[in-house]
T-cell receptor, first 116, second 111 residues
Framework: NAGVMQNPRHLVRRRGQEARLRCSPM?????VYWYRQLPEEGLKFMVY????????ESGMPKERFSAEFPKEGPSILRIQQVVRGDSAAYFC??????????????FGEGSRLTVL | SQQGEEDPQALSIQEGENATMNCSYK?????LQWYRQNSGRGLVHLIL?????REKHSGRLRVTLDTSKKSSSLLITASRAADTASYFC???????????FGQGTRLTINP
């Protein structure tokens, strides 16, 4: 059973470009979480999605950031018009049950975005 | 602000010694989890303790939870060089549907 797959692992973008980060959850997992991590810091929650639904996006910046988890295919975190402050590692995690039920999260290896 | 705060931020000990990391949180929780992150990698789940539990063991790991003090500790016994990593606590807030992570403790085990 493959783990959580994230791609690309490394992405370099110039200011103003778009970044698309993809996450395929573990087989059978319908709950996906996205987190952002700056160097030497903890993970900051961004968004929690179930298939075709955004459950909690309280950690997402109001502008330029969006996320989706379609019925078919991976979850996508999209950052439009990137700025240098968007440079970070973005982690996806999946779970077979929701966090409030005490679900353990299974993390991918992360996508490291560098904005020049 | 972050729900969980780990203490210390960094810890360096000799191989074979025990390592203790603490986590404090602010609001009521359903459960608390500890994760490990090796440099440049994703997080790996270590152990989960529910709000009605006080202590839990898994191999060389021992976790305690004191809900009256809103704090937890992670003890790694007989540390090994391979235990070098960052350790994070994560709380499952009552009423919320997400895990909130602390800032982490960077543990270095010196051979």
């Amino acid at each position: 059973n493959a783990g959580v797959m994230q791609n690309p692992r490394h992405l370099v973008r110039r200011r103003g470009q778009e970044a698309r980060l993809r996450c395929s959850p573990m087989k059978g997992h319908s709950h996906v979480y996205w987190y952002r991590q700056l160097p030497e810091e903890g993970l900051k929650f961004m968004v929690y999605l179930q298939k075709e639904n955004i459950i909690d996006e309280s950690g997402m910046p109001k502008e330029r950031f969006s996320a989706e988890f379609p019925k078919e295919g991976p979850s996508i975190l999209r950052i439009q018009q990137v700025v240098r402050g968007d440079s970070a590692a973005y982690f996806c995690a999946s779970s077979p049950i929701s966090g409030i039920q005490g679900g353990e999260l299974f993390f991918g290896e992360g996508s490291r975005l560098t904005v020049l | 602000s972050q729900q969980g705060e780990e203490d210390p931020q960094a810890l360096s000990i000799q191989e074979g010694e025990n390592a203790t990391m603490n986590c404090s949180y602010k609001t009521s929780i359903n459960n608390l989890q500890w994760y490990r992150q090796n440099s440049g990698r994703g997080l790996v789940h270590l152990i989960l303790i529910r709000s009605n539990e006080r202590e839990k063991h898994s191999g060389r790991l021992r976790v305690t939870l004191d809900t009256s003090k809103k704090s937890s500790s992670l003890l790694i016994t007989a540390s090994r060089a391979a235990d070098t990593a960052s350790y994070f606590c994560a709380t499952d807030l009552q009423g919320a549907q997400k895990l909130v992570f602390g800032q982490g403790t960077r543990l270095t085990i010196n051979p």
